[in-house]
């Protein structure tokens, strides 16, 4: 079975803070994203990486940086919480696909940060 | 609270009726659809997918319909059950792009 970890379920932390949220995935996928969700907003993606260094901005990345320093490994970074970054992140990883056509994605089970 | 700022449509069905989960979408060059189950407190899991060169696909219990030419995809839930209490998403992609996610459906089960 494929496994996507994230490495907190919940998480506060307080404004003006250096946040880190760490996604690890098993099964060698070549694609990883960041999606928060909020209610009524459904997911929405902040960044994404087609393989190792690389990064693609998603929908929404004001106030948030990436890392990809290894395949396995997807970090999303706050560089200074805000309390409008309270939210639950999602992590998924998928195969890469050369033609048409695309691949599911499978999700970690979320991190519920709160930035008083 | 959770409530607020939410509104997801909502289906309510009887245990044991067939439920029907609709979604459009709007990017005619799609072609790879998802449907996912997210219970509370938990990431998303895959349901059912199907490709854009099939309009129909069965799993267990479940039933995807495809219809490219009004682009519209479907989930058929058969024989519901409390268990199948959760909101559901719609997703498409093309390509190696990331999945575009609908805002979900609360399916609610009554016993």
């Known amino acids: 079975d494929v496994k996507v970890t994230q490495s907190s379920r919940y998480l506060v932390k307080r404004t003006g803070e250096k946040v880190f949220l760490e996604c690890v995935q098993d099964m060698d996928h070549e694609n990883m994203f960041w999606y928060r969700q909020d209610p009524g907003l459904g997911l929405r993606l902040i960044y994404f990486?087609?393989?190792?260094?690389?990064?693609e901005k998603g929908d929404i990345p004001e106030g948030y940086s990436v890392s990809r320093e290894k395949k396995e490994r997807f970090s999303l970074i706050l560089e200074s919480a805000s309390t409008n970054q309270t939210s639950m992140y999602l992590c998924?990883?998928?195969?890469?696909?050369?033609?048409?056509?695309?691949?599911?994605?499978?999700f970690g089970p979320g991190t519920r940060l709160t930035v008083t | 609270g959770e409530s607020v700022g939410l509104h997801l449509p909502t289906l309510s069905v009887q245990e044991g009726d067939n439920s029907i989960i609709n979604c459009a979408y709007s990017n005619s060059a799609s072609d790879y659809f998802i449907w996912y189950k997210q219970e509370s407190g938990k990431g998303p899991q895959f349901i059912i997918d199907?490709?854009?060169?099939?309009d129909k696909r069965q799993g267990q219990r479940v039933t995807v319909l495809l219809n490219k030419t009004v682009k519209h995809l479907s989930l058929q839930i058969a024989a519901t059950q409390p268990g199948d209490s959760a909101v559901y998403f719609c997703?498409?992609?093309?390509?190696?792009?990331?999945?575009?996610f609908g805002k979900g459906t609360r399916l609610s089960v009554i016993a």
């Open positions: 997703a498409e992609n093309s390509g190696n792009t990331p999945l575009v």
């Open positions: 199907i490709r854009s060169n099939m």
């Open positions: 998924a990883s998928s195969l890469k696909t050369f033609r048409g056509g695309g691949y599911e994605q499978y």
């Open positions: 990486s087609y393989d190792v260094k690389m990064k």
